[in-house]
């Protein structure tokens, strides 16, 4: 159980263009997702909360405006990077909570990752 | 803020035992945690700690919590080649939100 996927797992895009990345949750809802971000051999930074049916949250230097998630439903998020640029170029990780079903320590099951590439 | 550091590298030789070693600032932390990540996919959730237990042990995988040193660690007992990955600690903050170390890089050797 606790399955968590991502599509695309990789996306090659011209400068300029926006890319969206889903995130669902296969087997369980998830109330919470958040979006990290990983740039390679460094550790996830964490983009963004989003909870199913509200504005997402947005971690201090993150442009909102940039990276646009929406969280419609309980097992879907999206995160569109708007206009992307080559600095944008990384490897994007999801997450999803369980929720009032799990606890804290079930906390975050993860994606496995979408590579953005920027040309 | 709260800050989380590993070493970066470890190398061992299979069979052996391996501990990845973590510390952390935010005395506040309620759980411990330990992912793996292996190349390019997504993390992987291994074990969990709560703040109010000094190890736990998990089939080959024994984690120490030292709350007053704020100090985590993992031991692999029986280290195999299909252990190499990159193993990131993470403390859960008083907002339930992930802070992640940088990550130790496990290189087994046959």
């Not at chain 1, 999206?78 to 490897?91: G, Q, R, Y």
């Not at chain 2, 109010?52 to 709350?67: A, S, W």
Request: net charge negative; glycine share 6%; proline share 3%.
């Amino acid at each position: 159980g606790a399955v968590v996927s991502q599509h695309p797992s990789r996306v090659i895009c011209k400068s300029g263009t926006s890319v969206k990345i889903e995130c669902r949750s296969l087997d369980f809802q998830a109330t919470t997702m958040f979006w990290y971000r990983q740039f390679p051999k460094q550790s996830l930074m964490l983009m963004a909360t989003s909870n199913e049916g509200s504005k997402a949250t947005y971690e201090q230097g993150v442009e909102k405006d940039k990276f646009l998630i929406n969280h419609a439903s309980l097992t879907l998020s999206t995160l569109t990077v708007t206009s992307a640029h080559p600095e944008d170029s990384s490897f994007y990780i999801c997450s999803a909570e369980p929720g009032l079903a799990g606890g804290p320590w079930e906390t975050q099951y993860f994606g496995p990752g979408t590579r953005l590439l920027v040309l | 803020g709260e800050d989380v550091e590993q070493s970066l590298f470890l190398s061992v030789r299979e069979g052996d035992s391996s501990v990845i070693n973590c510390t952390y600032t935010d005395s506040s932390s309620t759980y411990l945690y330990w992912y793996k990540q292996e190349p390019g996919a997504g993390l992987q959730l291994l074990t969990y700690i709560f703040s109010n237990m000094d190890m736990k042990q998990d089939q080959r995988l024994t984690v120490l919590l030292n709350k007053k040193d704020k100090h985590l660690s993992l031991r692999i007992a029986d280290t195999q080649t299909g252990d190499s990955a990159i193993y990131f600690c993470a403390e859960m903050d008083s907002s339930y939100k992930l802070i992640f170390g940088s990550g130790t890089r496990l290189l087994v050797r046959p």
